[in-house]
């Protein structure tokens, strides 16, 4: 274990709140006070946190000014975001994007932006003025991105819980790198407006609000608050491990899997085995190509008609290089830029289609258990290209009989899931011979978080 993810000792959110208001607001302001010794010690080596400013000091409410995170991505009214460039907007944003509307309502007292790249376009959290975040368990490998500063933040004691977002990726994979939980809630339950860089912009799909935590129970407790409700909810109601049936894609040689990561999931799947969890095989190919390429043609589509023509068009002409690269998702992501509205039509009827077989798909099971991406956190690379924060990788990653190249690699297990919209668990599973950490994508039904956190919670480590 690195001396970075050792030697704290943080409460859980239940526990702060066990004794009434007054006994969590005392609780909270010894908590702030850990955080901000912590980072005065080791933030210099981690880099979790970016530009910032004071935030609102909200002590009022039942949260009683719980000490929370944020991504560089949110908007919070009367404060300036970076958005990952590395300096602060010129003007103060005018409103509180949703996700954190009833967070600060409920007393919530936010400690800091967490580092994130530009535009949250990457898979490593470096901002446009190249402040970099480090991985807690090695500091010579990415925390992963975008919402790579908020996982670093939690694995290492620097917060109790950060407020991200994910749209391909962007809360999972930082989570599976750095060895904790997220939630990524069903598609639609929490707005996405506050997240781009103009406040009232918003993306028809995928691009959802979560959290990153420590464990189930904390991502529950946060989840409730989220959603508006003003009392800490019941503890979840944890089922027996010989109650859950899993969903299990088998490997074979149908998808890339570094045999490190391999190694660990078959050690897990064991273990839980003799723990008397019941596993089925899944028949429907989530990862098959149709639906990695119709994920990011949409994904470009929505994105695209956020941007000029001539933008557009720039980044078509200029990124062929890089499509090459990456034929499964950035070249889909440029066929989604030409805005072709029946082409975007039929990819939204596929996805109902798909939607529909995934529903059939889950039967009886309780979830399904993917990987996050097939392999662990790597060590950091450098961009060929870089043009105000949209980067180009030649890097390659060999995975069994596969070679997929930067975003293709990056993207292969949580883009797919994206399409379908469901909530998914990131679930810690081990570590490595290299002490890396190794999370799961655990899906579940469509508004269902609170059955999905509860066999979380059973199967975590």
């Known amino acids: ?13 239940r526990h702060i709140y066990a004794d009434g208001p007054d006994i969590a607001r005392e609780a909270n302001a010894d908590i702030k006070h850990q955080l901000e010794l ?31 995170t944020i991504k560089d991505q949110f908007h919070l009214a009367g404060t300036r975001l970076g958005f990952g460039f590395g300096q602060l907007a ?64 939690v694995a290492a004691g620097l917060s109790l819980v950060d407020i991200g977002a994910d749209l391909s990726g962007s809360l999972r994979i930082p989570a599976h790198f750095c060895g904790v939980m997220s939630l990524v809630p069903t598609e639609g339950q929490f707005s996405n407006r506050g997240m781009l860089l103009n406040e009232t912009a918003a993306l028809a799909h995928f691009a959802r609000p979560g959290i990153i935590g420590r464990s189930a129970d904390d991502l529950w407790v946060m989840h409730q608050f989220m959603r508006g409700n003003e009392d800490v909810p019941p503890p979840l109601s944890v089922p027996s491990k010989s109650e859950v049936k899993l969903g299990w894609l088998p490997h074979g040689d149908a998808h890339p899997l570094d045999r490190n990561v391999r190694a660990v999931f078959d050690q897990w799947r064991a273990t839980a085995l003799s723990q008397g969890v019941q596993f089925a095989d899944v028949d429907m190919d989530i990862f098959a190509t149709s639906l990695r390429h ?11 008609g956020l941007m000029p023509w001539v933008a557009r068009l720039a980044a078509r002409l200029f990124g062929r290089v890089a499509a090459r690269r990456s034929p499964d998702f950035l070249a889909q992501v440029q066929k989604g830029y030409a805005r072709s509205k029946s082409a975007y039509k039929a990819a939204l009827q596929r996805r109902d289609g798909y939607i529909e077989t995934a529903l059939s798909t889950f039967g009886n099971l309780d979830a399904i258990i993917t990987p996050v991406t097939p392999m662990p956190a790597f060590e950091h690379v450098q961009p060929v290209q870089d043009h105000n924060g949209v980067r180009d990788y030649d890097r390659s990653f060999g995975v069994d009989r596969f070679s997929l190249g930067y975003y293709d690699a990056l993207t292969y297990y949580t883009g797919a ?16 011979p290299d002490g890396l950490p ?5 899906i579940g039904r469509p508004n269902a978080e609170e059955a999905l956190l509860a066999i979380a919670a059973e199967l975590a480590l």
């Open 1 to 13: 274990m690195s001396v970075y993810t050792e030697n704290f000792h943080l409460p859980s959110l």
């Open 38 to 68: 912590r980072r005065r010690e080791i933030d210099g080596d981690i880099g979790a946190f970016c530009v910032h400013e004071d935030l609102p000091n909200v002590e009022f409410g039942p949260l009683a000014g719980l000490p929370v």
């Open 90 to 153: 010129k003007n103060p944003s005018k409103k509180d994007a949703p996700a954190l509307a009833a967070l600060r309502k409920n007393g919530a007292h936010f400690i800091g932006r967490t580092n994130m790249p530009p535009l949250a376009l990457d898979f490593q959290a470096v901002d446009g003025a190249g402040h970099r975040t480090n991985n807690p368990h090695d500091l010579a490998h990415t925390a992963g991105g975008s919402s790579g500063g908020g996982a670093a933040a």
């Open 294 to 304: 119709d994920f990011a043609f949409l994904m470009g589509y929505e994105t695209g």
């Open 417 to 432: 899931v994206s399409l379908l919209g469901f909530p998914v668990v990131t679930l810690p599973l081990g570590f490595t």
């Open 438 to 442: 190794v999370g799961a994508q655990l």
